[in-house]
């Protein structure tokens, strides 16, 4: 054979190989859009962004499923969660997959502009391709579009330089993503996959830095959201979940509430309630069994767990109890709260009625009792006083549960009262709080020491480039 006959037959044979590569390529992407209207894959996507908990934060009360609006309060201002409907006005109707991946894994819409981190894409970067796919499918074709555009988010200067993201996700957004989603079998690989993936539990309940990212060495050691405290969920019996019984930690996922350790409140029973009590057994198994591998953190000054608190054992001696009023209605006078700042009276009139005077709760644990109850045994006050001043709204897998609001009825000074009278008699007594600290909470909580920082930061970084702008001068009148 000649030499020309060998290039012949290798670009021949190239030829060929470029093209079965091509027919494959477009016949994949053929199936891949023939794939996104299969309903069991719309259906699958739908789990998956059950899962994730994509309509907590995208969907505003009232408002229409997924299309946004919803303020987010954070240190750096409100940011507003955007239209994920497909509407190709308002929403990501416009969005290919991959361009719906990018917003998921890197931070960055179809626009090129760089998310917030309010958006968990640092926890999304490990989403499988397959999840990736059945969620583009269910967006598309599975959700109402919504013309209604969310309105636009309008940070202070410099945290409205989105830009600025790109270096805070060169240090913390880590790349790299599984090429298969961990089978639903409850194990732990699936558990582990769920939690720091789909569900994104570290966003939460991990620490922050001083630039408000994940402090990856107190991995699920207990963080703050909106004032609350996310408790530590590692594997320390004294700190974490350790104490929990894997059965326990299925029932608190499915339900929001497990007698005698403790009930969810703010964030974590949204999630119970959009999110967790709608997942498979096995995948809710899966989590605890996750959760029991992960290495245990004990936080400063726990000596027992928060759960095992029961008061000082001197019962109050109450009797008279005073019915709690409907809502929608302020002032003293709504659930029959006395104008006064004396304890007994207040817990009588506020609290009582639905917890019992000795705080033991009903039969059943519809109303929980306050002692073995984690909200009143933690080292930290705080879920106490949120309660009390937000109240509690959860629809778990067995019931629904609704706790009033008395942040409109109570002063500060009141629910401070309140809220050491139930820690002394009920939880933990060493715990005790100021009427100042619920003022703090009431407003949105502790600033973070970025945004404590931010007016020196900003002082030194004009000091430096008015430095810059004098040596340039300088410079430039020297050549001349």
């Not at 998310?115 to 599975?142: C, E």
């Not at 570290?202 to 963080?223: F, I, K, Q, V």
Request: proline fraction near 7%.
């Amino acid at each position: 054979m000649s030499i020309s006959q060998i290039f012949s037959l290798r670009r021949s044979r190239r030829t060929v190989t470029v093209a079965m590569g091509l027919s494959l390529m477009l016949g994949l992407s053929a199936a891949h859009a023939q794939d996104s209207t299969d309903p069991g894959l719309i259906a699958q996507g739908q789990a998956v962004a059950t899962a994730a908990d994509c309509a907590a934060c995208h969907t505003a009360q009232p408002g229409h499923p997924f299309a946004g609006g919803l303020a987010l309060h954070s240190p750096m201002g409100v940011i507003y969660a955007s239209n994920i409907t497909p509407s190709s006005t308002a929403g990501i109707g416009g969005y290919s997959e991959q361009q719906f991946a990018d917003a998921l894994r890197r931070g960055v819409n179809a626009q090129g502009e760089h998310l917030y981190p309010a958006m968990p894409y640092t926890a999304y970067a490990g989403l499988s391709d397959q999840d990736i796919h059945a969620m583009y499918a269910y967006f598309m074709h599975g959700v109402k579009p919504d013309d209604q555009p969310s309105p636009q988010t309008h940070l202070a200067f410099p945290f409205n330089i989105r830009a600025s993201m790109i270096g805070w996700n060169l240090l913390y957004l880590h790349g790299g993503h599984p090429q298969a989603t961990p089978a639903a079998d409850g194990s732990v690989a699936r558990g582990k996959y769920l939690a720091d993936t789909l569900a994104h539990c570290s966003t939460c309940h991990t620490p922050r830095n001083t630039m408000m990212a994940e402090d990856s060495s107190h991995y699920l050691g207990g963080g703050v959201v909106d004032g609350w405290i996310a408790p530590n969920i590692t594997s320390d019996p004294v700190s974490g979940i350790g104490g929990w019984s894997t059965q326990e930690l299925v029932d608190y996922l499915k339900t929001g509430h497990v007698p005698g350790k403790g009930q969810a409140g703010g964030s974590m029973a949204e999630a119970i309630s959009k999110s967790f009590s709608h997942l498979p057994d096995s995948d809710l198994q899966a989590i605890a069994a996750y959760l029991k591998t992960v290495p245990a953190i004990r936080n400063p000054g726990d000596t027992q767990p928060a759960f095992a608190y029961a008061g000082d054992g001197k019962l109050p001696a109450l009797t008279e109890r005073e019915p709690v009023l409907p809502h929608g209605k302020n002032g003293a006078d709504a659930r029959r709260l006395p104008d006064t700042d004396d304890a007994a009276q207040l817990y009588t009139s506020a609290c009582a009625s639905c917890h019992q005077p000795a705080g033991e709760g009903t039969q059943g644990q519809y109303f929980p009792s306050l002692s073995h109850n984690r909200a009143v045994g933690l080292s930290s006050p705080d879920n106490l006083i949120q309660v009390i001043l937000q109240g509690l709204d959860r629809k778990g897998a067995d019931l629904a549960v609704l706790m009033p609001a008395f942040g409109k009825d109570l002063s500060d000074s009141q629910v401070a009262t309140i809220v050491n009278y139930v820690e002394t008699h009920f939880g933990n007594p060493q715990v005790q709080t100021t009427a100042a600290h619920v003022a703090q909470l009431r407003s949105g909580g502790e600033t973070p020491l970025l945004m404590k920082l931010m007016p020196w930061l900003l002082g030194l970084g004009g000091l430096v480039l008015l430095l810059v702008l004098v040596l340039l001068i300088r410079l430039i009148g020297r050549r001349r």
